[in-house]
C-alpha cells in the first residue's frame, strides 16, 4: 500500500473535506481515497459492490434528493369468481 502526502492543502479545503467525512461517516483519508477513486473510475462501470439505493441515491442527492409520498394501503379486493 502507498502512502501519499499533500502538500499545501488550505484550511477551507481541508475544513471541506473534513465535513464531507463526517458527512459520509468517514476519515479524512478514507474520504480523500473515496475521492480519488471516484476520479480515476470516471466513465468506468460502477463498482458492483454499491447496491441500487446507493447508486440511485448518488445519482438524486446532488439534485436536491426527492420526498415520494407512499399513498396509504387499501383492503386487499376479493378476487373475481369465474362460474
Known amino acids: 500500500m502507498t502512502a501519499i502526502t499533500i502538500p ?3 484550511d477551507a479545503m481541508r475544513l ?3 465535513a464531507r467525512a463526517a458527512k459520509h461517516g468517514h476519515s479524512i ?14 466513465g468506468e462501470v460502477t463498482s458492483s459492490s454499491r447496491n441500487l439505493y446507493e447508486a440511485i441515491r448518488g ?3 446532488p439534485l ?3 420526498d415520494l409520498v407512499i ?4 383492503p386487499v379486493r376479493q378476487p373475481p369468481l369465474f362460474e
Do not use: C, K, S, Y
Open 8 to 10: 499545501n492543502i488550505d
Open 16 to 18: 471541506r473535506l473534513q
Open 29 to 42: 483519508e478514507a474520504e480523500a481515497r473515496d475521492i480519488l477513486h471516484a476520479a480515476l473510475n470516471e
Open 59 to 61: 445519482l438524486v442527492e
Open 64 to 66: 436536491g434528493g426527492m
Open 71 to 74: 399513498a396509504p394501503r387499501q
